[in-house]
């Protein structure tokens, strides 16, 4: 595979807007297409914003009516803003695309990464992204003072996170001692060339997330390093050692087609080849 260029748009001071940095991503793509530019990988930390992909539902957007930006990526609603690390791997694969294999890449090297800061991280069955395990259910505090065999998360399909406080927020489930995801992946491939990419929660607020349903999903939350490490993290620090750990995935893959005819298992916040 051909090297992998990293180019930083902008941090700190210089986060980038959500939208300028879509134009970007569609134009590196283009030129990808073309072979006029290498492999390319944008790395930057977006203004705070929050994204909608093609399968984000009424029900999980904010209750207040903040803006969302809906995109053409895979997966749900997710938020980008000021301590996530965000990057946009711009690469060209066999066609036909094994996009499940592209995905699984991108948690292997956001692994890697969060293991050389001393945290242990996984992939849940079903659901893309990097993860921080919780205890056993049986080993977890009780909601409410109620046994977690009646938590309505799981049993009230009509149950809203967003509208009972801090005790269900996606922000505390390091305190419930529940998954709880560290890196969302949500892409897109046109034309054999990836879009979209990896959120890496280095320091951010994560309250943020408590005002939507992030990916969808009702019975985990989000963390970050800074949260299970117990101490200030910050980009800067990060971005070197996820740029090795994308370089060495990505550079050294051993990149196949999918086969022609074969189930493709889409992960949950992927987009199937267009």
């Known amino acids: 595979?051909?090297?992998?260029?990293?180019?930083?748009?902008?941090?700190?001071?210089?986060?980038?807007?959500?939208?300028?940095?879509?134009?970007?991503?569609?134009?590196?793509?283009?030129?990808?297409?073309?072979?006029?530019?290498?492999?390319?990988?944008?790395?930057?930390?977006?203004?705070?914003?929050?994204?909608?992909?093609?399968?984000?539902?009424?029900?999980?957007?904010p209750l207040d009516g903040t803006p969302v930006v809906d995109v053409d990526r895979g997966g749900k609603i997710t938020w980008h803003g000021p301590g996530q690390l965000v990057g946009y791997p711009i690469m060209k694969l066999p066609r036909p695309v094994d996009v499940v294999a592209h995905v699984r890449r991108l948690e292997d090297a956001l692994i890697r990464t969060a293991a050389e800061f001393g945290v242990e991280t996984s992939r849940v069955e079903g659901r893309s992204g990097v993860w921080v395990l919780g205890d056993p259910v049986e080993d977890r505090p009780a909601l409410g003072g109620l046994s977690l065999d009646?938590?309505?998360?799981?049993?009230?399909?009509?149950?809203?996170?967003?509208?009972?406080?801090?005790?269900?927020?996606?922000?505390?489930?390091?305190?419930?001692?529940?998954?709880?995801?560290l890196a969302a992946i949500g892409i897109r491939v046109a034309k054999g060339v990836t879009m979209h990419g990896f959120a890496l929660n280095v320091n951010p607020d994560n309250t943020w997330f408590d005002r939507i349903v992030p990916c969808g999903i009702r019975d985990a939350g989000v963390t970050s390093l800074a949260y299970e490490l117990g101490r200030g993290i910050t980009i800067a620090e990060v971005l070197p050692v996820a740029e090795k750990h994308l370089r060495d995935v990505l550079e050294n893959a051993d990149l196949a087609p999918r086969a022609v005819g074969a189930a493709v298992p889409e992960p949950s916040n992927a987009v199937a080849p267009a």
């Not at 938590?151 to 269900?168: A, K, Q, S, T, V």
């Not at 996606?170 to 529940?178: C, F, H, M, T, W």
Request: a negative charge.
């Open 1 to 61: 595979m051909s090297e992998l260029r990293f180019v930083r748009l902008g941090f700190g001071e210089e986060a980038v807007d959500y939208q300028e940095a879509w134009q970007k991503q569609r134009e590196v793509h283009a030129a990808r297409f073309e072979d006029t530019v290498p492999d390319t990988c944008l790395l930057l930390e977006h203004l705070p914003v929050y994204t909608a992909g093609r399968r984000t539902t009424e029900s999980e957007r």
């Open 150 to 181: 009646f938590d309505p998360r799981l049993h009230d399909e009509e149950f809203d996170p967003r509208l009972n406080g801090p005790e269900y927020a996606p922000s505390n489930a390091g305190q419930r001692r529940e998954d709880r995801k």
